[in-house]
């Protein structure tokens, strides 16, 4: 091994563990002033702290639910778990929903609600692509729109949660009471509109929809879809998803429109 | 030696500040942008970042190069800073003297090296690689260190030196990074400034740190200390004209209060280069 990778991996298990893996201190200089531990010490309290800062800059509601204590104690155990892989700082948090999971097993919403903030983050930072406009719409003529693909645009997430997630979300954003916690099957969309990143409740049907269409599926494959899961006729089927297209181009959701 | 481009004096583009550079536009010669923070597919930062190129130059500055690290070279992060270089067309991109984690690990820190032929090789061989995926030269910054390691064979001057030497590539010189070793190695900071290759020097960091008794630690919260301001003045005296900036990071204050602290090393600059010598926009 070479005397390069030695020295890095001793400092690096050093930065992870602190004095359970001192060996590096015989690989340095005392310096000429105070203690080699503490000049140690800045590397390992600088690498804690930064990424204990990315945690909080991600997930600053859930520090200000949890307090900031209980949050150190959170990330601390979640950098052990999860050492960086990534070259953006950023990129290093993205793992904490999935981590919430284990961690906060009983607290169920939590990692609910790190996925939330975590999806309105890559929202933010989505392609910046032209969303479909209504003009291009108009021009597909009528017996093609059974076939009708409609491809979401990169900023769009739809979520699921077993919990008021969203209501709790809303409340610590508007700095609001905290609804009782409680389990509840719930939808909600993420998308970006110019610079801003929007969230908002889905009913059931909305968000069949939004997914199928996720899916690469047609617009008549949709309308079926309703008309079996929201008890519609055919007819109906397909003037209710008409109009939810209508609403989904002018909220931004649709990328373009794929004819098969 | 150096690409001949003299930009004046710059700041640290931030995104506390993108929305009063764009309804004042101040009079700022330059910004030089965190790579890192633009490595996404779009977006606010994205946005910002092209409508301030507009009307400035940028530089690209990278803290995840790595460049000194046992790992192979992360050819993926490269691909994206050389997309980015691009689309922004920055005037130079740079990156530090250090490594940053093996075995595939980043720990997002600035750690130092050991100063060896060993070291030295196999970074001069990565450089030029880097340089060569990347389509032009780097610039390498020197780090702020707290720690020294037994089997260095040279001085930090002279590994700096003899690396932009041999893979030719140039060098971002940060002052305060000089002082701060200066105090936390015990050497006498004008004999770093004095070791540097005056043809390589393209770019001046400038920054405030934190006085911890017995060591410094390189903050970047506070204004620039007077005796980084005086180690400046006998760097702008050795190297002639670099492009300066100001580096803040934490406790980042209004624009106008870091445009009139550029202001401190545009007067240092005139003192000694002549007023007609000196662009602040």
Known sequence: MSVLLNLQEMLQAHLFVGDDDDRIADQLMQPAKGALADRLAIYVDAYRLSLIDALEKEYVLIQAHLGEEAFIELSDAYIDEHPSRFFSIGDFTKEFPDFLVNYHAKKGYLSELATLIRALSLSRDAADEPPLNQTELADIPLHDWPLLCFRTHPSVYCLTFQWNTFEIWKALVEGTALPS???EVSHCVIWRKELQAYVKNLAPLEYLMLRAWQEGRCFSDVCELVCTNGMLSETDAAGFVAGYVARCLNDQFFLRVDIP | MTDGVYLGFGLGLRAQHYSAILENWPKVDWFEAMTEDYLVAGGRSLHYLRRIRERYPIVLHGVSLSVGSS????????KKVKELATSIQPTWISDHLCWTGVHGLNVHDLLPLPYTEESMKHIVNRVQQIQDFLGRRILLENVSSYIEYRSSVMKEWEFLAAIAKQADCLILLDINNIYVNSINHQFNPLDYLDAMPVNRVQQ???????????????????PVVDSVWSLYDAAVRRFSKVSTMIERDDNIPELAELVEELQRAKQIAETIWGKENVCVA
Do not use: Q
């Open chain 1, 181 to 183: 916690v409680c389990k």
């Open chain 2, 204 to 222: 001046f960091h400038l920054a405030g740190h934190a006085d911890c008794e017995h060591y410094i630690i390189d903050t970047h919260d506070a």
């Open chain 2, 71 to 78: 790992d192979p070279i992360n050819f993926d992060y490269l």
